[in-house]
């Protein structure tokens, strides 16, 4: 009895205490990888199933599983036949632009042709009024002349027929044609002295050089 006594008694030593397993399913601790209550893992983590809805839920928000609406065939065809008239209506503004620009060429030419062919019809005009005596310039006949001459001008230059202007100016290959040349101290370098026969533009381009004579 003393023994036993003593043994309960002695001091530093603690009785040891057996698990209790009354309520082992309710009490013990979850492993690793085992969810607990409300889907968590013990860690907090959420479980496999609650996370999978989770990202299948973000990218259904960002449009992985949108599918694309297919076409209507009665759209493309739609779309198909704007797309043929935009392109014919552009090539319709091609070709008229292309036609106005090759119609006001050919008219251009048509008329430096014609224009050309009066020239000499002007000429001899001219040559006419300046052989009038000085006697003569006064009568019917010679006033008549200079009438029709000066409605010729008119017309010509209605319809876009200018002269090159030549004498004392300098001389410019461009309008000129040099077919004499002379020394002569009362002029400057290359500036043109007579003109022999009028040279005329039609609107920007020239029909006809002037045949001028240069000094120097």
Do not use: C
Request: aromatic share 6%; glycine share 8%.
């Amino acid at each position: 009895m003393e023994d036993t006594a003593k043994m309960k008694g002695q001091p530093g030593e603690e009785e040891k205490m057996e698990p209790d397993t009354v309520n082992e399913e309710e009490g013990r601790e979850f492993s690793q990888g085992e969810e607990g209550p409300g889907g968590q893992r013990e860690n907090g983590e959420p479980a496999e199933e609650a996370l999978g809805e989770a990202v299948e839920g973000e990218k259904e928000k960002k449009g992985f599983f949108h599918k694309k609406d297919k076409k209507d065939p009665k759209d493309e065809k739609i779309e198909e036949l704007t797309d043929r008239l935009k392109r014919s209506m552009a090539e319709f503004d091609n070709f008229r632009k292309r036609t106005e620009k090759e119609k006001s060429a050919m008219y251009e030419i048509g008329a430096k042709d014609i224009i050309e062919k009066i020239l000499p019809v002007v000429d001899n005009f001219e040559r006419g009024l300046a052989a009038i005596p000085e006697d003569a310039k006064g009568t019917p006949f010679a006033e008549g002349m200079e009438k029709i001459y000066k409605q010729f001008e008119k017309t010509l230059e209605e319809i876009g027929v200018t002269p090159i202007e030549a004498a004392g100016k300098p001389f410019d290959p461009n309008f000129h044609n040099a077919v004499m040349h002379v020394e002569d101290e009362n002029y400057g370098e290359q500036i043109v002295v007579t003109e022999l026969q009028k040279g005329y533009l039609y609107r920007d381009s020239v029909v006809r050089h002037s045949m001028v004579q240069v000094a120097n």
